[in-house]
């Protein structure tokens, strides 16, 4: 099996799916570390009557936990929707390694603030892994909760 971005991506759609079918805005994501799932995770925010309860940041608390540190530099975080303004600035204060996110987010991606970028310096960037496949859930999400 070969583990690239295209499976870890696959894997955070997983979770994502898991979100839609509990009614919760359907973002997963999987943060990996040497080529290992160590934390995975969807959106809570309903079911935890949370705002912050996002897939990324309920990822970075799994993973710092795993890995016993709040840095995060080695390892890559898989989403299937861009991160808002603050999951953005968690994963700078984890300084995570690599983000790779599917579907850009118009209305609340933090790439909206301009080209000033609030993740770490050293945080690479990958986009558009799966992108189709993220939007196509978002949208059948949301055409169905407007039913």
Not at 19 to 43: K, M, R, T
Not at 122 to 136: F, G, P, W
């Amino acid at each position: 099996m070969i583990f690239d971005d295209t499976y870890y991506m696959q894997r955070a759609l997983l979770q994502a799916k898991i979100a839609f079918e509990l009614g919760e805005i359907p973002v997963g994501a999987v943060l990996v570390s040497n080529n290992q799932i160590i934390a995975q995770a969807h959106n809570q925010t309903e079911k935890l009557q949370d705002v912050s309860a996002h897939a990324e940041i309920l990822c970075l608390t799994s993973g710092s936990n795993y890995l016993n540190s709040k840095y995060l530099n080695q390892c890559t975080l898989y989403v299937t929707l861009e991160p808002c303004v603050m999951c953005a600035g968690a994963l700078a204060w984890a300084q995570l390694g690599t983000l790779v996110y599917a579907a850009p987010d118009t209305a609340r991606g933090f790439s909206r603030l301009g080209k000033g970028n609030i993740l770490h310096k050293r945080t690479k960037v990958v986009k558009d892994v799966l992108a189709q496949e993220s939007t196509d859930l978002l949208h059948s999400f949301f055409k169905k909760l407007r039913k």
